[in-house]
């Protein structure tokens, strides 16, 4: 089955997580250290790679960001459309390798839990660097491996072949510097929560604001941002 027709197959149940306690309690965690990175501003050009059903193209929309969602899977953009309503967001179908932009395009790329089911993340994020503008900024969300979450995910893969994670590649904070190589970055950490639905939500929310802020082990998402300097232009 090709990477396609893969996410063609998940996508009519994909929006189900998000309608879950934990879901939306992973949701709001994990935009919080996307925003806190990417800091959108009303007006800019985003790119959102790996758009899948609309979840982070509409929230950047939602803040008056002018939003072009990505993806291959033209059942996961079809639900997009359909959530996207009135909200202008241009979708389309391409493939996050070989980004049909010019050179500049964009003040912002973001992709997050896209770059873990992509061949060659290298190429997609010096693709990602090529569209921004001078002084734009690539902000990822990662799923890490050594994590409460990495082990769920890599265990339902291991016992399901047809499994939506049997073809993701979680990251270890080690390999992320690979990502872009020479390239300087900034890191956050949080997702600390193991993933389980009987929680107490205000009790989660402070105990993530404690231990993102020590830099604890155990995290299970990763924020990254690179900025486009004068050595990567061009």
Do not use: C
Not at 81 to 90: F, P
Request: proline fraction near 5%; hydrophobic fraction near 40%; charge should be negative.
């Amino acid at each position: 089955m090709t990477h396609l027709a893969w996410f063609d197959t998940f996508a009519k149940d994909y929006d189900q997580w998000y309608e879950s306690k934990l879901g939306r309690f992973v949701d709001r965690i994990e935009k919080r250290m996307i925003e806190s990175l990417a800091r959108p501003q009303r007006g800019e050009e985003a790119l959102d790679l790996g758009a899948g059903t609309g979840n982070y193209s509409l929230w950047l929309a939602d803040q008056g960001v002018h939003v072009t969602g990505l993806d291959l899977s033209r059942e996961m953009l079809a639900i997009a459309r359909e959530k996207a309503g009135d909200k202008k967001v241009r979708w389309v179908e391409g493939d996050a390798h070989d980004l049909p932009f010019a050179d500049g395009s964009f003040h912002l790329v973001i992709s997050v839990t896209a770059l873990e089911f992509m061949k060659e993340p290298q190429k997609v994020l010096r693709e990602a660097m090529r569209v921004l503008k001078p002084e734009g900024r690539i902000v990822l969300g990662l799923l890490a491996r050594e994590s409460p979450w990495g082990e769920l995910y890599s265990s339902l893969a291991a016992k399901d072949p047809a499994h939506l994670f049997a073809k993701a590649h979680l990251y270890r904070e080690e390999e992320i510097p690979l990502l872009l190589p020479g390239v300087e970055y900034t890191l956050r950490k949080g997702l600390y929560l193991p993933p389980i639905n009987d929680f107490d939500e205000e009790e989660a929310f402070a105990e993530e604001a404690k231990r993102s802020s020590s830099d604890a082990p155990g995290a299970g998402f990763f924020a990254v941002r690179w900025d486009k300097r004068e050595e990567e232009k061009g």
